[in-house]
């Protein structure tokens, strides 16, 4: 009896778009879960939403023992999480719930690693450990829901708030967790450095959520601007993220080539480009801003860049390249999750 | 080189007695996360705490193709999380994110039918899919996080707010969850009428959270006393609840053997008693009350009924007989979830 396709078949784009069928409209278009006043009924108007957010990380996957110890993987699991949170407009964490699923001959080391490396990267970023649950399993993974809440000063980063003539801004350099994947792999690096080396493999292994960035992107905003930024985290790439928020936003995004954030580990690589456009996994914010306030957020925020702009959608697809117009190609070897 | 104690040697008991150590003191001791206005920082005091829980549904550990279909395992993974949120005193849901983990061959008709299950069980009872993530794996698994907040006229339930002399009391039948699975197994159950079987297995597939009993708990409150109730769900078993309940209170729970909360569908078979007392999955509300507000909610709830009282603690254990005194045995075969 046909049963239809395979999740391999669908591709996991198309399965989140099925799965969103399930749920209010436009309830699966941001990075997290926006509960405002509406979904929390009785609560005061005025009160600041809460941002609810669920990544699952899985070994083999997500992780392998042969690039990752067990705090790597905690601290990377609530990270990915906090970062959602960071794209969403949060300064920091309530907390977060966590489901651990194991074979029974997973040595308890391992996991009081993980949630060792989990507690530091809350200690060092703000929230606590509230709850979860666990469960044997053929596989290690970690499901982790994290909880947030908009500051009272900020309102919500969407992915569809951009607009043609917002400028694109990047919190920070990509393509140095790519590079760490490299390194790990043993993969032929020429000419990197021993000091490269080690960041690149910290930028992997302990990404940073960029609550500082959205702080920041508070603090920068002029006076006579109402709060409107379009935005999402860079954990799918760069490139990835730029073409979301053009899609979200009914834009095409134009990235400025000469203008790309190279990270500096990068230099003399002959894939620098691609793995700063789709290397993934460096966990900045991509946003689309009033070109005032992008200028001011550049110039308070270090490391922040000027990466390109919005523009009218063009007939060619939402993401292009400023200089010579006309789309970038995407390379043909993506992540798949569902391989 | 000795790696310590693997999962399998600790138990799950022992595991999350140590995962609490990763969270602040008192975070695990209940059914979910009660985040009050210390963890929320600037809401108001008087605003209802919100509730927070995490389950993870395995297929092969908590559910298999031979007894339940996709729309049946969507449906216990919501109302799982549900029931632990009514647990803690919520009369409904916010609603819930979900990771989904599957092969890439898994066929997409088996993912509609969970999600099926999921909105089904929402429609019903209350609550909307707020989001998620999803990814490959070499098992089916649903990681469920459901949020839910305290209704403005009703405080929480709490596992350790039992005091001696309170009255215990069941909001409905144990047993028939346990008996549903015996009949999909194909086990041999002399006596069992055919529409007993089908409520049995509808009771398995399909449990319900009791919003509504928490309803009820909140109008028979009489009017001279506070709001204090100890409570928890049963999805471990009645005894195991009433044990909990008993040792977070400092108390040893008694039974009485006669008042046994049987239901009717386990007349004439063998295991009647210990499925009653330790089969799980029934879902039910286990609490703890004065005596008054006890009788006032078993005469306003259909099917609750007490099933004993919370004495000072004993010395030989927090679980045991009204009738004759001392312990109530354990069976030998107990649910391990990493077997």
Redesign the interface.
């Known amino acids: 009896m046909p049963?239809?396709?395979?999740?391999?078949?669908?591709g996991?784009g198309e399965?989140?778009r099925?799965?969103g069928a399930?749920?209010?409209p436009g309830?699966?278009d941001d990075d997290?879960?926006l509960?405002g006043a509406a979904?929390?009924?009785?609560?005061?108007a005025g009160?600041?939403p809460?941002v609810?957010?669920?990544?699952?990380l899985?070994e083999d996957?997500?992780f392998s023992a042969a690039t990752m110890g067990a705090a790597d993987v905690g601290w990377r699991a609530a990270a990915a999480n906090l970062s959602d949170l960071a794209a969403m407009g949060c300064r920091g964490a309530?907390?977060l719930?966590?489901?651990?699923?194991?074979?029974?001959?997973?040595?308890?080391?391992w996991?009081?690693g993980a949630?060792?490396g989990?507690?530091e990267l809350l200690g060092s970023h703000g929230g606590?450990?509230?709850?979860?649950?666990?469960?044997?399993?053929?596989?290690r993974?970690l499901?982790v829901?994290a909880?947030g809440?908009l500051p009272?000063g900020g309102g919500p980063i969407r992915r569809g708030d951009g607009r043609p003539g917002d400028v694109l801004v990047s919190t920070g350099a990509h393509g140095i967790s790519r590079l760490g994947l490299a390194v790990l792999r043993g993969e032929a690096l020429p000419d990197l450095p021993a000091a490269g080396r080690e960041r690149a493999i910290r930028a992997h292994r302990r990404p940073v959520p960029r609550f500082d960035a959205v702080a920041a992107l508070g603090a920068s905003r002029p006076a006579a601007l109402d709060w409107r930024v379009a935005g999402c985290d860079s954990s799918d790439g760069l490139a990835t993220a730029a073409s979301c928020l053009a899609v979200a936003s009914r834009c095409t995004a134009l990235l400025s080539r000469s203008d790309l954030p190279l990270a500096a580990e990068l230099a003399g690589q002959a894939q620098a480009e691609d793995w700063c456009l789709w290397g993934g996994e460096d966990f900045e914010l991509v946003l689309a801003l009033e070109p005032a306030w992008a200028e001011a957020l550049v110039e308070q925020l270090e490391g922040a860049r000027w990466i390109g702009r919005l523009v009218e959608p063009q007939p060619w697809g939402p993401l292009g390249w400023t200089e010579g117009g006309g789309p970038i190609a995407s390379p043909t070897a993506a992540f798949?999750?569902?391989?």
Chains 1, 2 share one sequence.
């Open positions: 049963e239809g396709p395979t999740l391999a078949q669908l996991e399965l989140i099925r799965l399930f749920a209010p309830q699966f997290a879960a509960l979904l929390l009924g009785g609560r005061p009160d600041p809460l609810l957010n669920t990544d699952v899985v996957v997500h309530v907390g719930t966590v489901a651990l699923v194991a074979p029974g001959h997973t040595p308890w080391a996991v009081e949630y060792a989990m507690a606590v450990l509230l709850g979860g649950d666990c469960s044997g399993g053929r596989q993974l499901a829901t909880l809440r009272a798949r999750h569902f391989g």
